[in-house]
Each structure stands twice: as C-alpha cells, then as structure tokens.
C-alpha cells in the first residue's frame, strides 16, 4: 500500500463516514500514508467542516444519517467555495444507475463496500495526480465568452464566475486546449477520471450535460461528435453561415 509521498504530503482529507469502525480504519490507513484526516459521522457537519477550513479530497458515504451523501455533494458542489473539493463517494450502491447518479452530483470517484484499502488508496492517488497536474503551455485558456484559468483553477463566463465540479473543469481544459480537435469519449475518460478508473461512456456524457446547463448561453460551444466524443468550436449558428 504504497503512496509517492508528493501525492500525500500535506493533502488534508475528510472522512464522511457512520460507521466508526470503519472510519477509523480508513483514518488509520490514509495517515500511515502521509495523508491529514479528519473525521464526520454525518452530512451537516460534513458541509460545516467543508466550509470551516481547506479540504482537498472528501470521501463521502451516501448512505448517512439525517442529510444523505447525494444532499452532501449537491450542496458542495453549488457552493463556490467548496465546488472544486474532489469528492470520492463510498457506498453499498453497486450498480451502473447509482454510479451515474453520484457521478451527476459531482463525484470524482465512486468505490463501492466493501472495499480493499489498497484499492482505496489507489483511487486517491489517482484523483489527486489528475486535480495536482496541468497541461504545460498556456495558463489562461479563452475561447469565446468562455474562459478557464488554470493558475487559478477559475471558469468565467463573460468574466463571471462558474462553479464548476473539478471533474468538469477537467473536461473543459481539455476540451479547450485540444484547439477545436476532437477528443473521443476513452480519452475524456482519461483525462478527467483516470485510467485506473472504471466507468462507461455514458459518464462522460453526464459530466458534459452537467457542464453545458452551467455554461448557460454558451452551452453550444461544446459540439457533440456523434459516436465519437466532443469538441470545443464556436456554435454553428454564430460561424456566419
């Protein structure tokens, strides 16, 4: 079970979990790895301690007391300043809909009970190896009313803000700084969730619906390839015919 210690050095995690048992053995795991953990039994003090200090990864039970972990991420994610936490849900849920579903509130990763804590660990490395690495080149990417900062890990349209999950903003930068290319659904895949990740590619397309409702106006700039993937170009209607 071993982490490179650039992943773990100063990385503070939430664990969101009801079962004590199991939140210490995952608290015991992640801190002999070098990870800072702290430790809710429920959804409200999961918003209070989100909001209450920096966090860089959230791992959420679905399954809690009082507010669900789906309520948890919703309101996480609508919240500026706590939208790009990643979220790694944990949960009983085993099937394809129930992944969908969480991947559509904005998690990052879902692992499902019971669960290897190598395989846990790997799946935090692997989300913050995708949120710590951007592209080299350009630190400002605009195209249209759209544009995505990744110093500042900002999207403004028409130079307001747009909260945006970090899976989302992933998609986005890659999306724009593949310059009007087309980018297949696998290597979206990679791009924002990992290749240690398993899922269909029907998750993307929930990430991409996501993005567009929140791109509002700008929606059109995102171009469906059918049977192929996306690509970021100027909506047809404005290309002057």
């Known amino acids: 079970m071993e982490v490179s210690d650039w992943v773990a050095r100063g990385k503070n995690i939430l664990i969101v979990e009801d079962e004590t048992d199991l939140a210490d ?33 959230i791992l959420l039970d679905r399954m809690l007391p009082g507010l669900s972990g789906d309520d948890v991420a919703l309101q996480l994610k609508r919240d500026s300043r ?9 949960t009983a849920k085993a099937e394809e809909a129930d992944e969908l579903v969480g991947f559509a509130l904005g998690a990052d990763d879902y692992v499902t009970k019971p669960f290897s804590m190598k395989l846990l660990l790997a799946r935090i490395s692997a989300v ?37 999950t970090a899976t989302e903003f992933r998609i986005l930068r890659a999306l724009m700084a593949a310059g009007g290319r087309v980018l297949d659904r696998n290597r979206l895949i990679d791009v924002a969730l990992g290749n240690e990740t398993v899922v269909t590619n029907r998750t993307i397309d929930v990430h991409v619906t996501s993005l567009r409702k929140k791109l509002g106006s700008a ?12 690509a970021f170009r100027r909506p047809y209607a404005d290309s002057g015919g």
């Open 25 to 57: 053995l995952i608290g015991f795991n992640l801190e002999r790895e070098g990870y800072h953990c702290r430790r809710v039994r429920d959804g409200a003090s999961a918003l209070a301690e989100a909001r209450r200090q920096p966090l860089d990864l």
């Open 82 to 90: 706590t939208s790009s936490i990643p979220i790694i849900m944990l």
């Open 128 to 164: 913050f190896r995708r949120t710590d690495t951007s592209p080299s080149g350009r630190e400002v990417l605009r195209e249209g009313p759209v544009t995505v900062d990744l110093a500042r890990y900002l999207v403004t349209l028409d130079d307001e803000p747009v909260a945006v």
């Open 219 to 230: 929606a059109g700039w995102i171009h469906t390839v059918r049977g192929i993937g996306y």
